[in-house]
Structures are given as C-alpha cells and as structure tokens.
C-alpha cells in the first residue's frame, strides 16, 4: 500500500488532539473575552512552553493554556484590544518533517483555528506583528512564561524575558504591565468544566492513597510505596503524577519536600506521603501520615491528634468572606497551643532567635518557637498548577465561591530544629527546657492535607481519604481480616 502524504496525514489528526481535553472551546473563548474586558486598550503577549528538553515530555505553562487551551510546544499568544474590539491570534511552530517521526505530526493550522477560535500564523510573523503594535503606542500586557509560579521571581531567562528585553531595546517609552494578576483572578474562580476535571484527579488520588496506605508493610522501601500510588495513578487513567511523589518514613518524615524516597521502612516508623495525581491538566494534592506497621504509638498519636485538630480548626471558619488571615490564625493557635502542653515550646506566645534571615518585624510569627515545627504555609490553591490560585499563604485577601484550596497543617519534630538554632541566651533556656521532650518525640514528622472548594454554604471536603486515628489504623484490620479470610479459602479443601 503507498505511504500517505505527510498533508494526508495532518488532514487526518483528529481534532480534538488541538485543545486540552475536558474544557469545551466556547470556555477558552469566553475566559479571553474576560481578559480583554479588563483591559482599557492595548495588547497581551504570551509563551507557551518550549520543547522539552528532558525525558518527561511535553507539559504547556498554565497562563497559555488557560487562555488558549494549545498543548503543542514553541507556540505563542497576542490578544489585541482596540476601540473596545479584542482579536487574538496564536502563533504556532513548524516541526521538522524528520522531527515528527520522533514527535508526531502537529495538527496543521486548519484545524487549530476551527478548535480555538483563534486566527492562526507562523511564529516567525509574531516579532513584526508586535512591533506594528507597539508602534501605534500601545501599551503591552506581558504574560511571562515561567514554569512555576513558585519560581518567577527568579526567572529571567526565558524565551519570553528574552523577547521582551529585544522589544525594548528597540520601542523606547515602551509601556509594558503585568497581564498576571488579571489571569490570576480569572483563574482563582474555577468553573464546572474544571472542578469536574479536579474532582476525577482528586478520586483517583484518594483511591490509589488509600489502596498503598492499606498495603504498606515494615521493610518495604519508601520507593515501593511511590510506584504503587503512581501505578494506581495510570491505571485510573490519570496523566501521572502532578508533582514528584514524597514518600518519607522516620527522619525522612520530618523534611518538608523529601523526595529521594530510598529508605527502607522500618516497624515504629511514620510515613508521609504528600502526592496528587494529574487529570486533564488540573492537579489533585493529598497528604496522609500513618503508621508503617498499622498502629500509632503514643507518641505518633499525640502529634497526630494535634495536626488533625489544627486542620479540622482552620476547615470549620472557611467560608465565602473570610479572611485568609483568620483561617492561617485559627490553625497557628491550635498548633501553639497542642505544642505547649506537649512541652515542645516553653509557651504559646514563646518567641525564639531564629536562624532565617527574614526578620521579626516582617514576620513576626517567623520568631514564634510554636513556627519552629511549621515553618511552611497552611494551604495553597489547587487547580493547573499543584500550587494555583488563589495563594492563601501570601499576603491579604479572602476566600470566594468556586475556590479550590488546600490545608496542610504539620508537625515535624527532629532535633536539628534545636542544633540549627543560633547560640544565644533566648535560645539556650528554651533549649533546657524543651530538649529532652524533643528527644522522646523525635523523628515524628505528620502532614494532613486535604482538597477544598469554597461552596456559597462554606467549603466541601473533596479528598474524602481516610484521616481520623481510628479509621487510619482500620486500614490494616481490613487488610489482615481479608488476607486471612483469603488464606482460609485456600488451605480449604474443594467439594
């Protein structure tokens, strides 16, 4: 049989390879409509993600495919908003014919323009487009093309920082704005569309989570653990995992964002296992903290108890209108307090000298003894981004309908925390009274997190795994009752 033309073969590509699955096209129509509605006059440009340069494939920047919905690589995005008209254009990449042997063949711009709405051009067209714009005058909304948000301070080097300093270089009095904070408060709000595509990623995380935490046994490696909750992933028909697994056992449970995940397991161990499965783009984000040989110690279970009064504290005060301020206060207090009565810090309100450069005055709850075993935030959006909007853990602001958020409270107890400290007399007393506590609650560390959506009623509890101590330890009852109950049906002779 004669070979297609690589034309027939593009003419072939179905078209719903063009969009991200699961969010119909009229929605990305409609969130650039939102945009340009919050723009006077002017023009957007955006990156997407380049090719990638490692073994993990292909993942597009969440801002472009918000707005555009484009999973292939070396595309770019100009919405143009002019005499309270908005046009918008994508601009795509041409792929070695050689190259898509490798790849695949990319849909050809047909197609892309009848599933985005979006006239379609070649990306060597975009530099002179937006350098007739900028002629005219008019201001441009730079939306930047950093991988993580979590990491754009420190971006600088990417195609679109690169592109943007040629821009200037060449239009003096240029007058260029931030397009983020209005994609962010266009994504903070989820629609159905996406809290659909959320809850299957949070299903799929919570069932595969509970079928691992059942299964673990003392002398398996931390590595085990991970394949089964990621196995558990793809075989529900999750993308993968959204972020590198944490499995961490013993002292490992006490590092925030562990992820050798090589040790082996001991009996007596804690493991917390921080991990989300990927849907469709949208991101789940669960964390459960059991004990490896099926039954909490005192010890586990009083720090146990502790996160998991911090957390159904901080659940109960979220609903529409509330500051994010209150919901971190609630947990803090919570934490301070258990933590006090257990003798791990000298008071409530203790403060201590703290070894992080930030100062008291910026952060005064920083210097609190009781941030010693939580130095991170209490939760964080989830959405296209394992960290999305809204950012709960920074600044001001409240909580709307249609938010989806974490709350991640934790303890983590080691005695580095004390032999990190710098030496001074503030720190000394407190280390004499709280040392020989630590010791005997050392390498405890325990994360609870849970999913969220913000309801016109309150919140709802999305990542419905086991958490109570009971139910925790249940788990492996379950399991042994029904190996034994399998062990039985065997030994038994057959009629």
């Known amino acids: 049989m004669r070979l297609l033309t690589m034309s027939c073969l593009l003419f072939l590509l179905p078209e719903a390879a063009v969009l991200a699955q699961g969010i119909p096209p009229a929605e990305y129509a409609a969130r650039r409509d939102s945009l340009a509605a919050r723009i006077d006059s002017g023009f957007v440009v955006g990156f997407g993600a380049p090719d990638p340069t490692g073994s993990h494939g292909f ?34 990449s041409a792929r070695d014919p050689r190259r898509a042997l490798y790849d695949g063949f990319p849909p050809d711009s047909a197609a892309v323009s009848r599933q985005t709405g979006l006239a379609v051009r070649s990306l060597p067209a975009l530099r002179p487009a937006v350098d007739s714009l900028a002629r005219l005058g008019l201001p441009v909304y730079h939306l930047r093309d950093f991988a993580s948000a979590d990491a754009a301070e420190q971006d600088s080097l990417t195609r679109g920082a690169r592109f943007f300093a040629g821009l200037l270089g060449h239009h003096n009095g240029l007058e260029v704005r931030d397009a983020h904070p209005i994609v962010d408060s266009l994504r903070a709000t989820k629609s159905p569309a996406e809290l659909a595509a959320l809850r299957k990623a949070i299903d799929i995380t919570v069932t595969s989570l509970t079928n691992t935490m059942r299964s673990a046994r003392p002398g398996m490696y931390e590595y085990e653990l991970e394949a089964m909750v990621e196995g558990g992933f793809r075989r529900a028909g999750a993308d993968g995992p959204a972020f590198g697994s944490i499995v961490g056992s013993g002292p490992n449970s006490t590092q925030y964002h562990y992820v050798q995940n090589d040790r082996r397991t001991a009996a007596g161990d804690v493991v917390v296992m921080d991990v989300g499965a990927s849907y469709r783009g949208y991101a789940a984000d669960v964390t459960r903290t059991f004990p490896v040989n099926g039954k909490f110690t005192p010890e586990q279970r009083a720090i146990y108890q502790l996160v998991r009064d911090a957390q159904a504290a901080s659940e109960r005060v979220v609903r529409p209108g509330v500051s994010f301020e209150t919901w971190r206060d609630t ?123 913000v309801t016109k009623d309150g919140v709802e509890w999305l990542s419905r795994a086991p958490r109570e101590v009971a139910e925790i330890e249940a788990l492996r009852l379950v399991s ?16």
């Open 59 to 92: 993942s597009q920047l969440p801002g472009f495919r918000y707005l555009t919905g484009f999973l292939e690589p070396n595309a770019a995005f100009v919405l143009v908003k002019r005499a309270g008209k908005a046009t918008g254009t994508l601009y795509t």
């Open 331 to 453: 947990a803090r207090a919570v934490l301070a307090h258990g933590l006090a009565k257990l003798g791990l810090i000298e008071s409530p309100d203790a403060t201590f000298d703290p070894p992080w450069a930030v100062g008291c005055g910026a952060n005064p709850v920083s210097c609190t003894q009781a941030f010693l075993y939580m130095a991170h935030g209490l939760g964080h959006g989830i959405g296209l981004e394992v960290h999305d909007l809204p950012r709960p853990y920074r600044g001001s602001g409240s909580f709307q309908v249609g938010h989806t958020f974490t709350i991640e409270p934790g303890v983590y107890i080691s005695t580095r925390l004390l032999d990190m400290l710098p030496d001074t007399p503030k720190n000394r007393k407190m280390i004499a009274k709280v040392r020989k506590t630590v010791e005997r609650y050392r390498n405890i560390g325990v994360r609870i997190e849970d999913d969220y959506v």
């Open 480 to 495: 042994s009752r029904t190996r034994l109950t399998q062990q039985i049906r065997k030994s038994s002779p057959q009629r």
